[in-house]
T-cell receptor, first 113, second 109 residues
Framework: EPEVTQTPSHQVTQMGQEVILRCVPI?????FYWYRQILGQKVEFLVS????????KSEIFDDQFSVERPDGSNFTLKIRSTKLEDSAMYFC???????????FGSGTRLTVV | DAKTTQPNSMESNEEEPVHLPCNHS???????IHWYRQLPSQGPEYVIH???SNVNNRMASLAIAEDRKSSTLILHRATLRDAAVYYC??????????FGTGTRLKVLA
């Protein structure tokens, strides 16, 4: 069964450093998403991306965050200057059409120290 | 964003059916009802979705009330691998999901 692949599975970074989280969505999917889950809390929507632009973003997705689909296969989330409170699991997801369910990746655990 | 209400936790015996309820009294006519589950240390996994009619797939069944203000996810024979947090989510035209706290299902051997 096709999968959404996320790398790395775990990233440790120092506060203030930039990180890039990478995702390879399912190849024929058109809609892409990033969510995050702080330990013990709800899964939170960050951003949706369609047709090479952001469709919607949450209040969490401030100027420190950006997304990119640089080469038609990868979908990245960049955090410019990480804070301690950015520590969380980050999940990428994709879907072929808006009306079907997403496929989520297994996540990247980001630890900011 | 449309809201759903689910019990915090439920228990089931292995090999028995499980009925996970969800209330969504403020659902609008175009909201789809989606169910996901999250196994420990994994990303959410799509289970099933529906609009008005009951739905079946290889994982589960979804029973939707006639007024659409509630729904029930049915696992026909719970296994230990079904222990997870189950989320009932209304998806609107923006296509994003707003996750609640879900129902933590414990399956007893």
């Amino acid at each position: 069964e096709p999968e959404v692949t996320q790398t790395p599975s775990h990233q440790v970074t120092q506060m203030g450093q930039e990180v890039i989280l990478r995702c390879v969505p399912i190849s024929n999917h058109l809609y892409f998403y990033w969510y995050r889950q702080i330990l013990g809390q709800k899964v939170e929507f960050l951003v949706s991306f369609y047709n090479n632009e952001i469709s919607e973003k949450s209040e969490i997705f401030d100027d420190q965050f950006s997304v990119e689909r640089p080469d038609g296969s990868n979908f990245t989330l960049k955090i410019r200057s990480t804070k301690l409170e950015d520590s969380a699991m980050y999940f990428c997801a994709s879907t072929s059409t808006g009306s079907y369910g997403y496929t989520f990746g297994s996540g990247t655990r980001l630890t900011v120290v | 964003d449309a809201k759903t209400t689910q019990p915090n936790s439920m228990e089931s015996n292995e090999e028995e059916p499980v009925h996970l309820p969800c209330n969504h009294s403020t659902i609008s006519g175009t909201d789809y009802i989606h169910w996901y589950r999250q196994l420990p240390s994994q990303g959410p996994e799509y289970v099933i979705h529906g609009l008005t009619s009951n739905v079946n797939n290889r994982m589960a069944s979804l029973a939707i009330a006639e007024d659409r203000k509630s729904s029930t996810l049915i696992l026909h024979r719970a296994t230990l691998r079904d222990a997870a947090v189950y989320y009932c989510i209304l998806r609107d035209a923006t296509y994003k999901y707003i996750f609640g706290t879900g129902t933590r299902l414990k399956v007893l051997a």
